[in-house]
């Protein structure tokens, strides 16, 4: 299974991005789809979760900004990122939890990390 993340980018204080993580490869089914940051200097840190059944739970510092979403046709999940701020600054990752359907175990994948900067 390969993960491709793609989205980030440069943005004025108070604009938006979308992040998407795009799964393929082998026969599976997306189960939790996990979003995570890591700031310059600071420990990687939860700001998403979607579940199978898209019941979705946001970090506070991003709740009523940050809309999750996941489109289990495609095998692609989001993150919309509204009214974004300075220190939302990081580095985006994308955790998908997968049931691989030929070797029926669960496995978890990583997005190669893409790159938010939110100037002031």
């Known amino acids: 299974v390969q993960l491709q993340a793609y989205g980030g980018g440069l943005v004025q204080a108070g604009g938006s991005l979308t992040l998407s993580c795009a799964a393929s490869?082998?026969?599976?089914?997306?189960?939790?789809v996990q979003w995570y940051r890591q700031a310059p200097g600071k420990q990687r840190e939860l700001v998403a979760t979607?579940?199978?059944?898209?019941?979705?739970t946001y970090a506070d510092s991003v709740k009523g900004r940050f809309t999750a979403s996941r489109d289990n046709a495609k095998n692609t999940v989001g993150l919309q990122m509204i009214s974004l701020k300075p220190e939302d600054t990081a580095v985006y990752y994308c955790?998908?939890?997968?049931?691989?359907?030929?070797?029926?175990?669960?496995?978890?994948?990583w997005g190669q990390g893409t790159l938010v900067t939110v100037s002031s």
């Open positions: 490869g082998a026969d599976f089914r997306i189960n939790n």
């Open positions: 979607i579940r199978i059944g898209a019941s979705t």
């Open positions: 955790n998908l939890r997968l049931w691989d359907l030929l070797s029926r175990s669960w496995n978890d994948y």
